[in-house]
């Protein structure tokens, strides 16, 4: 195990549900991170967080909503999602972070989201 | 914006030969270049780190080399396994963090 836990593993939804996705690390990180990662294309950086304050958003549409309420829980809050939203929702964290992390990021083992 | 290339071929090679996976990238002189390997369903697990300033990097059948001039890293697994089956990405800094989309290596016994 990675020492990173996400939760729920899989998940199904309507367009017009709101749900919510949650990453746990037991690593005394100080900084994690929101990845999508589609079919046939490279993990694309979404949110970081570093010492609980966001310090990157790569143009991630708004119903995507991220929460750090610690160092040691990062939520993903979905509302209104497209099906073009489905994929593998990855949580990641590192002992440092920032923008460009400079340590070995840990990874969750995913949540797989599947938008109806 | 960064741009990332890993062959998206997947690589076949037979039990106790050396795999060799490419990375190369435009746009950017990033500080430093990581590699990850990928299970099926599973998130990535770091491998080896190597920075703008090393030629080569090693750990135990892994090596890594990063050639800033090329614009180019080479992983090398060496007497490999069919346990080593999985996709490998590479990831580096530029404006923001960036990866590519793996390649994946089937090792046939």
């Known amino acids: 195990e990675t020492g990173v836990t996400q939760t729920p593993r899989h998940l199904v939804m309507g367009m017009t549900n709101k749900k919510s996705l949650k990453c746990e690390q037991h690593l005394g990180h100080n900084a994690m991170y929101w990845y999508k990662q589609s079919a046939k294309k490279p993990l694309e950086l979404m949110f970081v967080y570093n010492f609980k304050e966001q310090t990157e958003n790569n143009s991630v549409p708004s119903r995507f909503s991220p929460e750090c309420p610690n160092s040691s829980h990062l939520f993903l809050h979905l509302h209104t999602l497209q099906p073009e939203d489905s994929a593998l929702y990855l949580c990641a964290s590192s002992l440092n972070g920032g923008t460009a992390p400079t340590n070995e990021q840990f990874f969750g083992p995913g949540t797989r989201l599947t938008v109806l | 914006s960064q741009k990332i290339e890993q062959n998206s071929e997947a690589l076949n090679i037979q039990e106790g030969k050396t795999a060799t996976l490419t990375c190369n990238y435009t746009?950017?002189?990033?500080?430093?270049l990581q590699w990850y390997r990928q299970d099926p369903g599973r998130g990535p697990v770091f491998l080896l780190l190597i920075r703008e300033n090393e030629k080569e990097k090693r750990k135990e059948r892994l090596k890594v080399t990063f050639d800033t001039t090329l614009k180019q890293s080479l992983f090398h697994i060496t007497a490999s396994q069919p346990a080593d089956s999985a996709t490998y990405l590479c990831?580096?800094?530029?404006?923001?963090?960036?990866f590519g989309s793996g390649t994946k290596l089937n090792v046939k016994p």
């Open positions: 990831a580096l800094d530029g404006d923001k963090f960036y």
């Open positions: 746009n950017y002189s990033p500080a430093y």
